[in-house]
């Protein structure tokens, strides 16, 4: 099984992505959490992707490209966060092509409400918030680990990655024409991912 998992912001890509991945064995490849753990680990690379990452702008594709490789496996995997624009998905399908796109579809102002409660583990990258609480406020109820707001949650940082994703990754729902599943993205979890079940059939 070889998938795309893709939707606007707060679209609840990394919360249904985890669920897919442990349901059908699959890796599960966020690439915000890959640039995430080069910033946390401090690396030069790391400096390098905050300015970009902070400010809600995309990493150029060249950087993105090569730590994507690095984590891809040939078969089994569900991708979240790539690819975000054409050239991302003209490049993915010379190396490794999908057989399907899950798009959950979300309002745009349930996306400023989902974020402005999002809290991840630095540590597992485990995610809560508006209906998925940790047992004990701040701490992560698989690792134990501190739970934080992430930078690029401003306002602006915000506004900037929704007004990326109408302009770079809504295209691609053209790009994977047959391939695409929509999914209502408006639901619970638990009602999300029944859906996506049913259609993944
Ligand atoms: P990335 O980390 O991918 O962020 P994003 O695309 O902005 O998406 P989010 O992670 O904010 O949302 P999500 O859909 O995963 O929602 P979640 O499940 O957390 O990318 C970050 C940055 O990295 C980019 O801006 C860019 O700079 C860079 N980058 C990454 N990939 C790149 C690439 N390919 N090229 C260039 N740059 C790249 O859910 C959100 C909240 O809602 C949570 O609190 C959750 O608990 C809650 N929730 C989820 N589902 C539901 C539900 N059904 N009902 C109620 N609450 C829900
Ligand atoms: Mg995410």
Redesign the pocket.
């Known amino acids: 099984m070889k998938l795309i998992i893709l939707?606007?912001?707060?679209?609840?890509?990394?919360?249904?992505?985890k669920l897919i991945a442990e349901l059908y064995g699959l890796k599960h490849i966020?690439?915000?959490?890959l640039?995430?753990k080069e910033v946390i680990e401090k690396t030069e690379l790391g400096k390098e992707i905050s300015s970009?990452?902070d400010k809600?702008?995309?990493?150029?594709?060249e950087l993105?490209n090569k730590i994507?490789l690095k984590n891809l496996p040939k078969d089994k995997f569900i991708l979240?966060?790539?690819?975000?624009?054409l050239s991302?998905a003209e490049f993915l399908e010379k190396v490794n092509p999908v057989e399907k796109v899950i798009f959950?579809e979300l309002p745009e102002q349930e996306v400023y409400h989902?974020?402005g409660?999002?809290?991840?583990c630095k540590k597992c990258g485990a995610?809560?918030?508006?209906?998925?609480k940790p047992k004990k406020e701040g701490i992560c109820d698989k690792c134990q680990s501190i739970l934080e707001r992430?930078k690029?949650e401003t306002p602006e940082a915000i506004k900037k990655?929704i007004d990326?994703?109408k302009k770079e990754t809504l295209p691609l729902l053209k790009f994977y024409k047959s391939r695409v599943i929509r999914i209502n993205?408006?639901?619970?979890?638990e009602?999300?991912f029944e859906d996506i079940k049913k259609l993944l059939q």
Not at 30 to 33: E, F, L
């Open positions: 939707g606007i912001q707060g679209s609840g890509k990394g919360t249904e992505g966020s690439t915000g959490d640039l995430r970009y990452i809600g702008n995309l990493v150029p594709d993105i994507f979240d966060g790539y690819p975000r624009n991302q959950l989902r974020l409660l999002r809290v991840q995610i809560y918030g508006l209906n998925v992430r690029d990655r990326l994703f993205g408006n639901q619970t979890v009602a999300v």
